[in-house]
């Protein structure tokens, strides 16, 4: 019986297919916000939104809260994360691009995340409330 070298080969890709297809890390609990939250160097994959990507900060501000109400942390901690991009959205000359931002709702979602890192839940539901009302 005769065996194709090139035969062969794609019986070794298949087989190595598996070892070599390797998944980012994911986890359903917050992490990696402050450094005492910190496990890994790699930030683990956090549960989606059903948000659509016209959501805005205060969509993602309410679908924080909500998660956390549920005890969802890690899916509160994605839509922090995503509201906080969204109040980043700004116009601003190009030489002052790299200026943080000023803006009272970016201060806000940056101490509810904080609050979330060091566990503090309640917290962080009282400041996501205020940035709703604000």
Same mark, same amino acid.
């Given at each position: 019986?005769?065996?194709?070298?090139?035969? /062969?080969? &794609?019986?070794?890709?298949?087989?190595?297919?598996p *070892?070599? *297809?390797?998944t980012e890390p994911t986890s359903t609990q917050a992490s990696n916000i402050?450094?005492?939250?910190?496990?890994?160097?790699? /930030?683990? *994959?956090?549960? &989606?939104?059903?948000?659509?990507?016209?959501?805005? /900060?205060?969509?993602y501000l309410k679908a924080a809260r909500e998660a956390l109400a549920a005890g969802h942390t890690?899916?509160?901690?994605?839509?922090?994360?995503?509201?906080?991009?969204? *109040?980043?959205?700004?116009?601003?000359?190009?030489?002052? &691009?790299g200026d943080p931002s000023s803006s009272p709702l970016v201060a806000q979602i940056h101490d509810a995340l904080d609050a979330l890192g060091h566990g503090n839940t309640a917290h962080a539901i009282v400041i996501i409330d205020q940035a709703l009302a604000g």
């Amino acid at each position: 019986m005769r065996y194709s070298p090139l035969a /062969a080969i &794609g019986l070794l890709g298949l087989l190595a297919a598996p *070892a070599l *297809a390797q998944t980012e890390p994911t986890s359903t609990q917050a992490s990696n916000i402050v450094s005492t939250d910190t496990r890994s160097d790699i /930030a683990p *994959a956090l549960p &989606g939104s059903a948000l659509g990507d016209s959501a805005g /900060a205060h969509d993602y501000l309410k679908a924080a809260r909500e998660a956390l109400a549920a005890g969802h942390t890690g899916q509160a901690q994605e839509a922090l994360e995503r509201a906080e991009t969204r *109040a980043l959205d700004r116009s601003v000359v190009a030489t002052k &691009g790299g200026d943080p931002s000023s803006s009272p709702l970016v201060a806000q979602i940056h101490d509810a995340l904080d609050a979330l890192g060091h566990g503090n839940t309640a917290h962080a539901i009282v400041i996501i409330d205020q940035a709703l009302a604000g």
